[in-house]
């Protein structure tokens, strides 16, 4: 898998905010053994203008407007955050899939889908970004007046990665919009059940190579004129 460098990356970023000569041989990303290194891991919906493969390697090279242009995206914002965080916590190497893979490989890319899950799992943290959730905590009540969209539920869950993004990792760290930690999927299980119908005992323990449950699709409640697919965990 493809990664990024956490320490390359925000020192190029500390260079180009000041203003100062940035070294374009500057790697800030890196193929590694996801089963060998240690990284951490982002889980997230896409929004807006993302931060693609080609744009990550190419940005010192880039002329200032184009790169402020791209540096002021949330895309790119998001990558940034996240590399803050992992530095924090100690991570030397983060994982986002909108720019560790190159996509203009159709090899890489079906690689990549098909690894997904084995890489969510050997992450030591997954951070889950919920970029709709202003507040301190995760809500505990479906809200349709905030969340109209999602069954009344942050965007996040609406997504069709969230299902193995939340049993893979043994750790689950959730984040609200403005990168504050709400809590993580042990301490938030009873309301991720509620939210998912994913049982507890997955939720804290995984699967642990028992496969326990069956999943199935069944078809939702109409939301916005439309009908929306929910995959759950059936015992």
């Excluded at 493809?2 to 890196?30: H, S």
């Excluded at 407007?65 to 530095?87: F, P, T, V």
């Excluded at 984040?175 to 507890?200: C, E, V």
């Excluded at 939702?220 to 929306?228: K, N």
């Amino acid at each position: 898998m493809r990664l990024i460098i956490v320490k390359a990356f925000l020192a190029r970023e500390r260079l180009i905010r000041e203003g100062k000569r940035v070294d374009r041989r500057t790697k800030v990303l890196e193929f590694g053994n996801d089963e060998a290194i240690e990284y951490a891991i982002l889980s997230h919906r896409w929004v807006g203008q993302e931060v693609g493969y080609d744009e990550m390697v190419g940005l010192a090279k880039m002329a200032v407007e184009e790169r402020d242009e791209i540096r002021q995206r949330n895309g790119y914002q998001k990558i940034l955050q996240s590399c803050e965080h992992a530095q924090r916590d100690g991570y030397e190497w983060l994982w986002v899939d909108t720019c560790c893979i190159d996509k203009r490989s159709s090899a890489e890319l079906s690689e990549a889908i098909n690894s997904m899950y084995r890489w969510y799992e050997n992450a030591l943290v997954c951070y889950a970004y919920l970029h709709g959730v202003p507040d301190p905590r995760l809500p505990t009540e479906s809200d349709d007046d905030r969340y109209p969209d999602f069954r009344g539920w942050p965007e996040w869950f609406s997504r069709g990665w969230t299902l193995q993004e939340l049993i893979a990792p043994s750790n689950v760290q959730f984040l609200n919009k403005d990168w504050q930690s709400i809590g993580d999927k042990r301490t938030l299980a009873p309301t991720l059940l509620n939210i998912t119908g994913i049982p507890d005992d997955i939720l804290i323990h995984g699967l642990d190579g028992n496969r326990p449950c069956v999943l199935k699709s069944c078809r939702g409640q109409p939301i916005g004129g439309r009908r929306e697919w929910r995959t759950e965990l059936i015992p």
